[in-house]
């Protein structure tokens, strides 16, 4: 089987099943998101798949997500500053994220932005969902979703490879 038709079944299936598991307890009730974890299985490619896009995947978004947390509460605590108190706090969290990215470990600023979007959309998402309440669901919805990706392109692997040694 062709590569390209070899990842094409497997995301598709496994996208089924995902969809399938995040809509199950205890996934559900623990505010683990679908979109999240689709995020991070999109980033597992984007950051050159195999091992090291997982870790990249892991570690840069859920360092994100924490960022994005501490962003809000900052905006929280800005609150004097009006209209401007979400911007500042999210600037000033788009510039930890650059910093940081001197450490090799988190090079991959748009891994990071990421996650810290994907904990943004759950906290504005989910009415009353405080910035700490949001940071473990999205935790595990970004590992899900690593793991996900990493599954999905070694089907496609194991798909691709058995085909083509039937054919030969």
């Known amino acids: 089987m062709p590569t390209l038709t070899a990842l094409t079944v497997s995301v598709g299936l496994l996208a089924v099943v995902a969809t399938w598991l995040f809509g199950l307890d205890p996934l559900a009730t623990a505010n683990l998101q679908v979109w ?3 995020i991070a299985w999109g980033c597992h490619f ?3 798949g195999k091992i090291g896009g997982t870790r990249t995947t892991v570690t840069c978004m859920s360092f994100g997500a924490l960022v994005g947390m501490a962003a809000v509460l900052l905006a929280g605590q800005l609150g004097a500053l009006g209209t ?3 911007p500042i706090a999210v600037g000033l969290g788009a510039a930890v994220i650059v910093l940081a990215s001197s450490v090799s470990l988190l090079a991959t600023i748009p891994a990071s932005v990421y996650g810290f979007a ?3 959309g759950l906290i504005l998402l989910k009415p009353g969902m405080t910035p700490t309440a ?3 669901p999205t935790i595990l919805s970004i590992l899900i979703g690593a793991a996900f990706g990493y599954i999905s392109e070694m089907l496609a692997g194991a798909l691709a490879r058995k085909t083509q ?3 030969n």
Do not use: M, N, R
């Open 36 to 38: 999240q974890a689709f």
């Open 46 to 48: 984007h950051c050159g």
């Open 84 to 86: 401007l108190a979400a």
């Open 118 to 120: 994907s904990i943004a």
């Open 134 to 136: 949001a940071l473990l």
């Open 165 to 167: 040694s039937t054919v």
